[in-house]
């Protein structure tokens, strides 16, 4: 109680400024100190919960590692870091003169996209030899991986000790990299509107933009053989009129879809644009050479359905979530009843699906006609209508629970995927070219799960339970639906997937708000070149901005990526709100950027106007 007491008389000072007379501190004051008093016990208390965790998060940790020691596995990190102890560990010089004699040059690409781990790796093999090469070829401002485990610090370390190996052997003329300057994609006015967009602090702050420069005429890749259109390389889409950003996402989805028709010359007599690749004869624009460009899958969603409305051929590159898809549900369902032919809500259930193709309506009135469950009615000569689909559904059910029993596998998904008439059902549907990819690519996976295991049917239910529920990492390819069909399609894709890739015409169509996370995350960011997940939760207001501010940055990496796969025509929305979504990519760098390029560039850059419908 005394400190207390003595703590509030120093506080006094500061605290009295606040009050106009003695009488108001005399009664005021104690509650101040009491106050901040409070507070230091919360942060004290906040303290002692991260401890908490930090304790929890260690000892998860040694719990893994001893549970793979004893099992005998390892994950794909776990091959790196063995490596990198070995290289550190007693016998480390043995392994690296291995190594050395073994290989005498590296090449590292996309290098921006390494972590701690791996630059260790090669800086001991090679950086640290005298007779081996190492080449590292990267651009940190495409460092978009970092929730891969990707580290920009990673490359910047490189980049400084690369530079004191040069200084060390005495060649420190040579200590600064070599930039590939020469842009052989685009065409060179796209070249000219990349240079002005992305050029000062709007689009970069910390990483120094270089104007690249097109190539010799003579060693152009492809050129415009015909340009109906005429519009300039970089459009900017106004959706001014639109009072929010869900308006104008569904706007620009339209104005998509309206674009993509026109290109592709719907109703004229032709495509609109003609390309010639160097060497070879012109070809016309396809489907498949048009890309959308979205930063969340849900974005992708309402472009392709204003495609599908216009009726532009259109599918989702490299869509990830075949196990949780409608048609990995309905094969849930099925298998659910199958395995479980006492359970007559899973019986309802799979009369609904896709395969026995039942309404609800239908098996309302099967039920009404029958007077009891859909699992008792033998079938009934004579029955039309919903009893005479019921009782053959019933029938076809228990046909296929035949099949499972014997573990006929390959008979039994023949039957349900082929015999069962769905594929034609389906693929009279709006995507129904996606539907049956899945069915076809669901039972592929499964029968070779059921017969490589010699699962019964209730070992193939909980298989399928496992691949609904498990977490599957971003760009799993167990978790990809297959390409539907090589028929050409306009290809809606994330910017993830984009990076890579190059297409003639290239739409952005995502970016409207600023990404939010329902859950709890603690907060990374870089601190002396290391990585810091910070638990705490007072205290942080600095540790928030760092955060921000890599966010920004790889937010930033992440357009330019998106912005760059263009070759002949690029589209961006430009639209500005002051009050909703502040930090929404369009809505900040992005329109900041079209602005000065539509006033720097003049005619050089076309502005479309979209109205309402």
Not at 376 to 395: C, I, M
Request: net charge neutral; aromatic share 8%; glycine share 6%.
């Amino acid at each position: 109680r005394i400190a207390h007491r003595d703590a509030g008389r120093r506080r006094g000072k500061s605290l009295a400024g606040r009050y106009t007379s003695e009488a108001q501190w005399r009664r005021f004051a104690p509650v101040e100190v009491l106050l901040q008093e409070v507070q230091a016990l919360q942060f004290k208390l906040d303290a002692l919960t991260q401890q908490l965790a930090v304790k929890s998060v260690h000892g998860l940790r040694a719990d893994l590692e001893k549970y793979k020691a004893e099992q005998g596995l390892f994950s794909f990190d776990d091959m790196l870091e063995h490596v990198r102890l070995a290289l550190a560990g007693p016998t480390g010089a043995v392994l690296i003169a291995a190594l050395r004699a073994r290989y005498r040059y590296a090449i590292v690409d996309e290098f921006q996209d390494t972590d701690r781990v791996q630059w260790d790796i090669f800086e001991k093999v090679f950086l640290n030899g005298d007779e081996q090469r190492l080449f590292v070829v990267g651009d940190p401002k495409q460092a978009i991986y970092s929730f891969r485990g990707a580290d920009i610090e990673a490359y910047n370390l490189a980049k400084q000790r690369v530079r004191d190996v040069l200084l060390n052997y005495g060649e420190g003329k040579d200590c600064e990299p070599t930039r590939l300057e020469v842009n052989y994609r685009s065409r060179p006015e796209l070249i000219t509107a990349f240079n002005c967009l992305f050029k000062g602090e709007r689009w970069f702050k910390d990483e120094e933009y270089r104007p690249v420069k097109p190539p010799p005429d003579d060693q152009l890749r492809s050129r415009l053989a015909k340009d109906e259109p005429g519009r300039a390389p970089l459009t900017a889409v106004a959706l001014d009129e639109f009072r929010n950003a869900t308006q104008a996402r569904a706007a620009m989805a339209r104005f998509v879809a309206a674009e993509c028709a026109h290109l592709l010359g719907r109703s004229a007599k032709g495509p609109r644009l003609e390309m010639q690749q160097k060497g070879v004869t012109c070809e016309l624009l396809q489907e498949d050479d048009l890309a959308v460009l979205v930063q969340r899958r849900a974005e992708g969603e309402i472009v392709l359905a204003a495609l599908r409305l216009a009726g532009i051929p259109c599918s989702f590159y490299k869509k990830p979530g075949l196990w949780q898809s409608d048609e990995a549900l309905h094969f849930a369902t099925l298998l659910s009843a199958l395995a479980g032919p006492l359970d007559l809500s899973a019986l309802r259930k799979a009369l609904l699906t896709r395969f026995l193709g039942l309404s609800a309506g239908e098996l309302d009135r099967f039920e009404d006609s029958a007077g009891e469950a859909p699992a008792a009615p033998a079938a009934r000569k004579g029955a039309t209508g919903a009893p005479a689909r019921g009782n053959a559904a019933l029938e076809r059910l228990e046909a296929w629970r035949a099949l499972a029993a014997q573990r006929r596998w390959p008979a039994f998904f023949q039957a349900l995927v082929e015999k069962s008439g769905v594929l034609a059902r389906e693929i009279g549907q709006d995507d129904g070219d996606r539907r049956v990819a899945n069915l076809l690519h669901i039972a592929e996976a499964l029968q070779h799960e059921a017969s490589t295991d010699n699962l019964d049917v209730v070992g193939l239910r909980e298989r399928m339970r496992h691949f609904r529920e498990e977490r599957f990492e971003a760009g799993d390819e167990g978790n990809l639906q297959r390409i539907e069909t090589d028929r050409p399609k306009v290809q809606v894709m994330t910017i993830h997937a984009a990076k890579g890739l190059e297409f003639p015409v290239v739409f952005l169509a995502g970016g409207f708000t600023a990404k939010k996370s329902d859950t709890y995350e603690p907060l990374k960011y870089h601190e002396g070149g290391h990585l810091v997940h910070d638990l705490r939760t007072q205290g942080i207001k600095e540790a928030k901005k760092k955060q921000q501010l890599e966010r920004e940055a790889e937010e930033s990496n992440l357009y330019y990526v998106a912005l760059t796969r263009a070759m002949y025509k690029l589209y961006v929305p430009f639209f500005h709100l002051e009050k909703r979504n502040p930090e929404a990519p369009i809505t900040t760098f992005i329109y900041k950027a079209l602005a000065a390029a539509l006033e720097a560039l003049g005619d050089r850059v076309a502005l479309l106007e979209v109205r309402s419908p």
